[in-house]
């Protein structure tokens, strides 16, 4: 139909729709004003309570543009936290949150754990200490207190405050009638002691109370407080016995310096109230440091606050190549070993921010010195091994001369798993702490009491590939000796030597150094094949060397090895460069009482050895020629050691001759050449001479060298 022909009916809801449409308009415009008003700062009237889910009897109020009807309830308590709320408490913008950028944090075990403590010996001999000194507190009949070294002995130095009390312009010394220790304990500032003395002298008398606290800052703080019963003219007394003190030392800005090897004691006043009138005496072998208290009226109480600071060096983890911390990948900790002030310690950490502190198993040894006793540790991921020397310093006492007595020198280690920050400590037949190596050494004195110094130092462990533990030390010796009786030589008296134990076996000596010089070695391991690496110190005059060796870990036996070379170095009867390498025999003399006749045997063996082999024990054996009738005379001792240099069958000479390497020299006492007979054979052991040659004793650069 065209439009002009159209008819319009009448549709039902045609007026709604427009109503519709209108209602939808106007709502629009009322969400946008309501939206617009809320973000107003204008203060709307009016409250509504909706139940909270987290509070019982509460609601939470919101601000709305209107007041509706209904039952009030008290109001939910602010919240504590900076959390976001899912549900709006007010108007506005919640507080943003705290948003810190990574940050460098630097961590120090010293500050995070309790370094120091005190050691109780007995009610009348304690041990106060922190990490950089230690001080013995002595009780009856003689109370005094006594510095402890670096090393753990009793410095040459002892000291104690006193009161004195004036009479008839004298100032005369109260003595000390009784003492007691409370030990108040160790917290992360340090450690307290409070010694108590009755002082009497006559009629006078009075309570002294000496405050100890080794802050885990590094001094020794005293507070002192003295209570007579008799009003009189007091002074406190600081009376230092030490040898080092001279009437020149000399006292800079209220403290005195006193000096013990590598470390220096400093007695500071300087905190003392001038009102207090502080002066110093100076006297060979003691100091004096005397504060007046004035008149002290009986039942009251004078005080005083100096302090003792050692300004040697830390020994926590500090003055050696040893490692000292590991990281156990696995289990994600890192483990810290460090000394304490008075013993050994470990922290574990799996931020390096925050440390917990373990001691070491029981059956770890005391803290000796600074060259003995600090740890080297290593880990093989979760396995951890630790090992660490020792000294010491026997005497033998014998009923009459001479006297022989034998010293050792232990090497000790413990192994454990890291387990979340923890090490379990493994255990070998009940033990935890075992010994890698012991070596003795003879103290020879021809009086009825002979003494030595013996050390296993500045250690160093390491894991080869296979698992098993390898170590290197400098082994160091001193003391009387009758030739024969020293260790890595024999005629030495004082020695100072590398030494290496591997695989159960040792030591083996690779360097071998006649003086007291400490020496330093690290071990690693060298191949997947098990080989061990030592790097060590040589001392060459005023000059150090680094020299290296490296030690296989596989064990074969060789049954037997026929000599390449061998020949005589004769010095006798015009000889002395005479060559004898053609000669079908090997002649063995020594020189008898008044004369120079000696002769002398090169022999060369060329073993077919793998790389990097130490051989463990040999013997030569020779047959005895049936020439001589009979084949030998008389009894001597005879020796065994590698040749430092190469030489030659057809030319060595007695006058040109290599030399000897020390490390390797072995002697058989008291040889009877005379027993024995031609045709036999005799053996002469060369076990030592396989510490010489950290390759391989057979594989030698000239061959062994028997001296008569």
């Not at 009376?239 to 080092?244: A, E, G, K, V, Y």
């Not at 020299?665 to 008291?670: D, E, G, Q, V």
Request: charge should be negative; glycine fraction near 10%.
């Amino acid at each position: 139909m065209r439009a002009s022909n159209s008819i319009r009916l009448w549709s039902p809801g045609h007026k709604t729709n427009v109503g519709a449409k209108a209602c939808f308009s106007t709502l629009l415009i009322l969400l946008t004003v309501f939206g617009f008003t809320s973000g107003l700062p204008t203060k709307l009237g009016g409250t509504v309570a909706l139940n909270n889910p987290d509070t019982t009897g509460c609601a939470t109020t919101f601000a709305l543009p209107y007041s509706p009807q209904g039952t009030s309830q008290p109001e939910c308590p602010p919240t504590t936290d900076n959390q976001t709320s899912t549900q709006p408490r007010t108007v506005g913008a919640d507080q943003p949150p705290n948003l810190s950028l990574p940050k460098t944090v630097i961590s120090g075990i010293d500050n995070l754990t309790t370094d120091g403590g005190v050691v109780e010996n007995s009610p009348d001999n304690l041990t106060l200490y922190n990490n950089r000194l230690a001080v013995r507190l002595l009780g009856n009949p003689v109370p005094h207190d006594m510095i402890i070294g670096i090393d753990k002995a009793p410095l040459n130095s002892s000291a104690l405050w006193q009161v004195q009390v004036n009479q008839g312009d004298s100032w005369i010394p109260m003595s000390a009638t009784s003492n007691s220790f409370h030990v108040l304990g160790t917290n992360s500032t340090g450690s307290s002691v409070v010694r108590t003395m009755t002082l009497e002298n006559g009629q006078i008398s009075g309570v002294l109370s000496i405050a100890y606290k080794a802050l885990s800052t590094g001094p020794l703080k005293w507070n002192l407080e003295f209570t007579p019963n008799s009003t009189a003219q007091y002074r406190f007394v600081y009376h230092w016995n030490d040898s080092d003190i001279t009437p020149d030392s000399q006292p800079i800005s209220s403290t005195l310096t006193v000096s013990h090897g590598a470390a220096n004691y400093t007695l500071s006043w300087d905190d003392v109230p001038p009102s207090m009138n502080t002066t110093l005496a100076l006297n060979p072998g003691e100091a004096l440091l005397i504060t007046n208290i004035g008149t002290l009226v009986a039942g009251a109480t004078a005080r005083l606050d100096p302090q003792l600071l050692d300004s040697g060096p830390s020994q926590a983890t500090a003055h050696t190549p040893q490692r000292k911390a590991v990281y156990d990948s696995k289990g994600g900790y890192y483990y810290v070993f460090y000394y304490d002030g008075m013993q050994l310690r470990y922290a574990s950490s799996n931020n390096g921010v925050f440390w917990a502190w373990s001691y070491m198993p029981n059956g770890w040894p005391s803290w000796n010195d600074m060259y003995s006793s600090p740890p080297s540790v290593y880990n093989s991921g979760p396995t951890i091994i630790v090992a660490t020397g020792m000294n010491s310093n026997p005497t033998f006492n014998c009923q009459s001369a001479p006297c022989l007595g034998i010293g050792q020198a232990y090497l000790y280690y413990a192994v454990g798993i890291s387990t979340t920050g923890t090490i379990a400590w493994e255990s070998n037949n009940g033990q935890i702490v075992q010994i890698a190596t012991a070596i003795s050494r003879p103290c020879y004195n021809t009086t009825s009491s002979c003494s030595e110094s013996l050390a296993l130092r500045n250690v160093s462990v390491a894991f080869a590939a296979n698992g098993n533990p390898a170590f290197s030390y400098n082994f160091y010796a001193s003391g009387p000796a009758t030739p024969g009786y020293g260790v890595c030589n024999t005629s030495w008296s004082t020695e100072s030597d590398i030494g290496v134990t591997y695989v159960g076996r040792g030591p083996w000596f690779v360097n071998c150094e006649n003086d007291a010089t400490p020496l330093w070695s690290e071990i690693l391991p060298a191949d997947a094949q098990a080989s061990v690496r030592v790097v060590y110190e040589y001392h060459n005059g005023q000059l150090f060397q680094l020299q290296t060796r490296t030690i296989g870990g596989t064990y074969s036996t060789i049954s037997s090895l026929n000599p390449a070379a061998d020949t005589t170095l004769e010095r006798c009867c015009g000889s002395h460069n005479q060559n004898f390498g053609t000669s079908r025999t090997l002649t063995l003399t020594a020189h008898a009482p008044n004369t120079s006749y000696e002769d002398d045997i090169l022999v060369r063996f060329a073993p077919n050895l793998p790389t990097g082999a130490m051989v463990t024990g040999a013997n030569l054996t020779f047959t005895v020629a049936s020439a001589r009738n009979p084949p030998g005379t008389g009894v001597d001792n005879v020796s065994i050691a590698e040749a430092s240099s190469a030489w030659n069958e057809y030319t060595a000479t007695y006058d040109y001759q290599p030399g000897i390497l020390w490390s390797s020299y072995s002697k058989t006492p008291n040889v009877n050449f005379g027993s024995y007979t031609g045709g036999t054979d005799t053996e002469a052991g060369c076990h030592e001479c396989c510490q010489g040659n950290g390759e391989g004793c057979l594989e030698f650069s000239g061959g062994p060298e028997l001296l008569g």
